[in-house]
């Protein structure tokens, strides 16, 4: 079965830094990766999801990569603000149309 | 667009009680809804699919008679725990998908089930 890793449990970064937080997984390269963002007591919002075939994306101050040979996704956050602070999630789904599988979030704290 | 609800917020319940959760797709149809629990630092972790019209599919290790998941249209979702014990306490999360996004997942926020 797909088993999820991603960095740490927690990353403390100042504001206005880069965060990048890791996610690397051990079986079938997926059809689509996620992140999501989740704050206490919330369900996840959906952030950015990148296909199989595709390197990168942004969206505003957000970027992921998708190395299928190293079977790893990077997701940066440049100029961190303390609003950033939350658990963020990793998620692959392996077809498009099948279930998400979760990794269990890093904790990102962004100091003033 | 593509907000999904989730009622009660959360519950406190006595143990042997049942308590029902309800998931909504507030302005778009969900073919297909999921159901997941989330322990305190733990992943989400799928218990099962459900898809307007027919049974829902349960992962591995989740009892279907103790959750009791309804599809009953395109926009509802209802997961009842039956027979609530301590142990079911959990942040219980709906998410729902839109037949014509491949691969996007709109997740509602949760319900805070605590069985004393």
């Known amino acids: 079965s797909q088993k999820i890793e991603q960095n740490s449990e927690a990353l403390n970064i100042q504001e206005g830094k880069t965060a990048t937080l890791t996610c690397n997984y051990t079986?079938?390269?997926?059809?689509?990766l996620q992140w999501y963002r989740q704050d206490p007591g919330r369900g996840p919002v959906f952030l950015l999801l990148?296909?199989?075939?595709?390197k990168e994306k942004r969206k505003e101050r957000l970027k992921v990569t998708f190395d299928t040979t190293l079977k790893q996704s990077l997701f940066h956050i440049t100029a961190s603000q303390p609003a950033d602070s939350a658990t963020y999630l990793c998620?692959?789904?392996?077809?498009?149309?099948?279930?998400?599988?979760f990794g269990k979030g890093t904790m990102l704290l962004v100091s003033p | 667009g593509a907000v999904v609800s989730q009622h009660p917020s959360w519950v406190i319940c006595k143990s042997g009680t049942s308590v029902k959760i309800e998931c909504r797709s507030l302005?778009?149809?969900?073919?297909?809804m999921f159901w997941y629990r989330q322990f305190p630092k733990q992943s989400l972790m799928l218990m099962a699919t459900?898809?307007?019209?027919?049974?829902?599919?349960?992962e591995q290790g989740v009892e279907k008679d103790k959750f009791l998941i309804n599809h009953a249209s395109l926009t509802l979702s209802t997961l009842t725990v039956t027979s609530a014990h301590p142990e079911d306490s959990s942040f219980y999360i709906c998410s729902a998908r839109e037949s014509t996004l491949l691969g996007s997942q709109y997740f509602g926020p949760g319900t805070r089930l605590l069985v004393l």
């Open positions: 998620a692959l789904d392996k077809s498009g149309y099948s279930t998400l599988t």
């Open positions: 990148i296909r199989e075939n595709e």
């Open positions: 302005d778009f149809q969900a073919t297909t």
């Open positions: 459900s898809n307007e019209g027919s049974k829902a599919t349960y």
């Open positions: 079986n079938y390269s997926p059809a689509y």
